[in-house]
Nanobody
Framework: QVQLVESGGGLVQPGGSLRLSCAAS????????MAWYRQVPGKERDLVAA???????YYAGAMKGRFTISRDNAENTVYLQMNSLQPEDTAVYYC?????????WGQGTQVTVSS
């Protein structure tokens, strides 16, 4: 069983940065491909970035060059460094396995980009 707790969201001005964290409990974390997703009200939850057990990464098109996903297997934590944030990045951000597992969805963390 894995529990995921996201943190690090907040209000930031356009062009600013935030670093999200996802703390995982459970011994199988190291064996999971992990990802960050985001959701805007009324829309589907979209994949933002993913990272394999060994650290290889994938980014959705609009996030390439601005976001960086990383993981610390010793700390059971996944990070998302977000730079050059724009209003369209406003969403609730979630972490989960990739592909996602229904029972792992947490509360997410709100990111709001606004001047």
């Amino acid at each position: 069983q894995v529990q995921l707790v996201e943190s690090g969201g907040g209000l930031v001005q356009p062009g600013g940065s935030l670093r999200l964290s996802c703390a995982a409990s459970g011994s199988i974390f190291k064996s999971l491909r992990m990802a960050w997703y985001r959701q805007v009200p009324g829309k589907e939850r979209d994949l933002v970035a993913a990272i394999t057990q060994g650290g290889s990464t994938y980014y959705a098109g609009a996030m390439k060059g601005r976001f960086t996903i990383s993981r610390d297997n010793a700390e059971n934590t996944v990070y998302l460094q977000m730079n050059s944030l724009q209003p369209e990045d406003t969403a609730v951000y979630y972490c989960n396995a990739q592909p996602p597992l229904l029972r792992y969805w947490g509360q997410g963390t709100q990111v709001t980009v606004s001047s």
